[in-house]
């Protein structure tokens, strides 16, 4: 499934039997494992990253960054 967060464009693909989240960006690969949420689905990692979708929207937090509103996209290509 492809996003835009602010002027980047993600990929994620869900992997079921590790309950993790593989996140795409242009420069990166990141592993985002299921946490806990008082809505929706949220994937994190140790480091600060984080991936939370709920009701068709999404928030992406980078470590060290802000939190960037995505939007779903029909098709994203990253690289």
Do not use: P, Y
Request: include cysteine; hydrophobic fraction near 45%; proline fraction near 0%.
């Amino acid at each position: 499934m492809g996003w835009r967060c602010g002027q980047r464009m993600i990929a994620t693909r869900f992997d079921s039997a590790a309950d993790a989240l593989e996140l795409t960006l242009e420069d990166r690969r990141l592993i985002l494992v299921s946490a806990q949420a008082a809505s929706g689905t949220r994937f994190a990692d140790a480091q600060g990253n984080q991936f939370w979708e709920h009701a068709g929207e999404a928030t992406l937090s980078l470590a060290g960054g802000e939190a960037l509103k995505c939007v779903h996209e029909a098709t994203t290509t990253i690289g």
